[in-house]
């Protein structure tokens, strides 16, 4: 990626959130967060400062919905990342990039690139 990307990271297992940290870093972004809770990551949202998301879709038992409502309404990419099968999303997050755990830092390269519809892999 030519310019450096500002990845905000929703993840509520910090081990994981360290991961994936590591993961945005060496796929050339930095990152805000890791955030590990809803109401944190709704505000962080809403705030900005990043142009793409890696959201977890759980965070402790509560959906991460109402955060990629949030990204959706500003047309900012997102990616989720999650243990669950990706037909548990709503249908207006059916384009978004899925991330099924556990994924290799080469995947979030690529669910980047594709989030972003630069439409390399």
């Given at each position: ?14 081990l994981?959130a ?11 972004g930095?990152v ?7 109401a944190?990551a709704?505000r ?16 402790g038992?509560e959906?991460v ?21 990706a ?12 991330l ?6 080469g ?9 972003a519809g630069?439409?390399?892999?």
């Amino acid at each position: 990626m030519a310019d450096e990307l500002q990845g905000l990271v929703v993840e509520d297992e910090f081990l994981v959130a360290l991961d994936i940290e590591l993961m945005l870093q060496e796929s050339g972004g930095a990152v805000v967060g890791p955030i590990g809770d809803r109401a944190s990551a709704l505000r962080t949202a809403q705030d900005g400062g990043f142009d793409r998301a890696l959201l977890e879709l759980d965070l402790g038992g509560e959906p991460v919905t109402a955060v990629a409502e949030t990204l959706l309404a500003q047309a900012l990419p997102m990616i989720f990342c999650t243990g669950y099968q990706a037909g548990n999303l709503p249908d207006r997050f059916a384009g978004a990039p899925t991330l099924r755990k556990p994924f290799q830092a080469g995947d979030v390269g690529a669910a980047l690139r594709t989030a972003a519809g630069d439409g390399t892999t």
